[in-house]
């Protein structure tokens, strides 16, 4: 299952890095055409960058749900899990020591 995230991410990823190229690349076109401003291409170009890096953290706060999940299906302790045991049982060893 992991593996099949990773290859997703990466397929976004790479995809990602394709349309910021062609986007960069027709906005170096409509600048020489003079259809838009520097500035308006470099506004442009941020918009993008920043939805691209909202979409990241949506998707990684997806995968770590959903990795949570997978996780609890499973059974498996997690660290609060454990760190409470080990509090109950350094509890039941002080109760030891105490009675005997």
Request: proline share 0%; net charge negative.
């Given at each position: 299952m992991n593996e099949t995230l990773k290859k997703g991410f990466l397929l976004g990823?790479?995809?990602?890095?394709?349309g910021k190229?062609?986007?960069?690349?027709?906005?170096?076109?409509?600048?020489?055409k003079n259809?838009?401003?520097q500035e308006q291409a470099k506004s442009v170009l941020n918009d993008f960058v920043?939805?691209?890096?909202?979409k990241s953290e949506e998707w990684n706060t997806k995968q770590f749900e959903q990795t949570k999940k997978i996780v609890k299906d499973m059974g498996i302790a997690?660290?609060?899990?454990?760190?409470?045991?080990?509090?109950r049982l350094t509890e039941l060893e002080e109760k030891v020591n105490k009675e005997t």
């Open positions: 990823l790479g995809a990602a890095v394709s190229e062609k986007l960069d690349s027709k906005l170096k076109e409509l600048v020489e259809e838009l401003t920043e939805k691209g890096e909202q997690t660290k609060d899990d454990i760190d409470e045991l080990r509090a």
